[in-house]
């Protein structure tokens, strides 16, 4: 998947989400933050993304996500 086709994606998500008033949080791992990159270059995405938790070490997803 190109970068391109990850920002498109990532700003029809955040109209999607901006309509029915909802936030969006993710949890990610081995794409090492990739998913929070991809919505952050959407020009005002503050307005629908809250944060974004990169834990790669299983020590790390336990402590901090308790997965």
């Known amino acids: 998947m190109t ?12 109209s999607l989400l901006l ?9 990610e ?5 990739w998913v929070g990159r991809s ?4 020009p005002g ?3 629908w ?3 974004s938790f990169v834990t ?3 020590k790390s997803k336990t402590e901090i996500l308790g997965v």
């Open 19 to 27: 309509s029915k008033r909802l936030f969006f949080t993710s949890a």
């Open 49 to 51: 993304f809250s944060c």
């Open 3 to 14: 970068e391109s086709v990850l920002t498109s994606l990532s700003a029809e998500l955040g």
């Open 45 to 47: 995405s503050s307005r």
């Open 56 to 58: 790669y070490s299983n």
């Open 29 to 33: 791992s081995c794409t090492g933050g």
């Open 39 to 42: 919505i952050t270059s959407v």
